[in-house]
């Protein structure tokens, strides 16, 4: 199995440590199963507290630190509402930071159904609305779908920097 | 912030649950920190134990962990190696399974270096390596990248199954 082709300086992963990895800070926002299943459930129209915490099954405890931690990261607004003889609650709509991962949760959701449905196949189904066709995470160039043998990584660093762990 | 559009009686989300969500199933396989950085080495092409260590920077009882799961999950392949005048050690290879998830990881990178790098940047960009043409992770239909909010989530299972948590 053959890795990407690291360019440059990158192919002597002594000189350099991912340090600054959008992929580690990713992770540290949104790193966990409860996170990631509360931003499904955004996916799905959820907005409110009690359906998070029911449909994620997971503890108020956790979904109300799921969700305040989601939202000080930006990927949720908190937006007041108010329901007739009730006091004033907040729902949390997601923002477009928060709708932007949602490449990352449906490629997850693409290897799930491939890998770890067994015989039961893919419970969702994904579409594109405007012309009913199927859709897929791709990792593409412009012109091709580029197979995962074929990606090559090239550094936006210097040595130096890469030395000094920097950016 | 529209949601995806949810065809038949997925549209009344009181009727059901995502019991058996790939995206939950997959975040049960690799939902921590650090099984995603060792994914990611193993990408930059690492194989042996003591690099995962020192480029993820976690102990040694983490990297152990994480690589026996991911080995169980059948991400990795143990193979022995053998040094001149050293016994013999294992080198943990990637799957077809394992590679499969790059996308995901992609897309988490692609998401973090948007919006978690502040002025700094994408660290690495990716490039297809028969074209140098840059590469992106979209959510595609045959035709077009589908805008986020015009998916449609159609249920592979029926209204009954659903209220039986099934599939």
Same mark, same amino acid.
């Given at each position: 199995?053959?890795?990407?082709?690291?360019?440059?300086?990158?192919?002597?992963?002594?000189?350099?440590?991912?340090?600054?990895?959008?992929?580690?800070?990713?992770?540290?926002?949104?790193?966990?199963?409860?996170?990631?299943?509360?931003?499904?459930?955004?996916?799905?129209?959820?907005?409110?507290?009690?359906?998070?915490?029911? *449909? %994620?099954? &997971?503890?108020?405890?956790?979904?109300?630190?799921? !969700?305040? +931690? @989601?939202?000080?990261?930006?990927? #949720?607004?908190?937006?007041?509402?108010?329901?007739?003889?009730?006091?004033?609650?907040?729902?949390?709509?997601?923002?477009?930071?928060?709708?932007?991962?949602?490449?990352?949760?449906?490629?997850?959701?693409?290897?799930?159904?491939?890998?770890?449905?067994?015989?039961?196949?893919?419970?969702?189904?994904?579409?594109?609305?405007?012309?009913?066709?199927?859709? *897929? %995470?791709? &990792?593409?160039?412009?012109?091709?779908?580029?197979? !995962?043998? +074929? @990606?090559?990584?090239?550094?936006? #660093?210097?040595?130096?920097?890469?030395?000094?762990?920097?950016?």
């Amino acid at each position: 199995m053959n890795a990407a082709r690291l360019d440059g300086f990158l192919g002597d992963r002594d000189t350099w440590r991912a340090t600054h990895c959008s992929i580690g800070k990713a992770m540290d926002v949104v790193g966990t199963r409860s996170a990631i299943l509360i931003l499904r459930e955004a996916y799905y129209g959820t907005t409110r507290f009690d359906d998070f915490v029911q *449909r %994620v099954g &997971v503890t108020e405890a956790v979904a109300a630190a799921r !969700l305040r +931690e @989601l939202t000080a990261e930006g990927l #949720f607004e908190r937006r007041p509402y108010k329901e007739p003889g009730q006091r004033t609650r907040f729902e949390y709509v997601l923002t477009e930071k928060g709708r932007d991962l949602l490449p990352a949760v449906l490629a997850l959701m693409q290897w799930g159904d491939k890998y770890l449905q067994g015989s039961r196949g893919a419970p969702i189904g994904l579409r594109d609305d405007a012309t009913g066709q199927p859709v *897929r %995470v791709e &990792v593409r160039s412009p012109d091709r779908e580029v197979p !995962l043998t +074929e @990606l090559r990584l090239t550094p936006n #660093f210097t040595e130096e920097q890469a030395r000094r762990s920097l950016p």
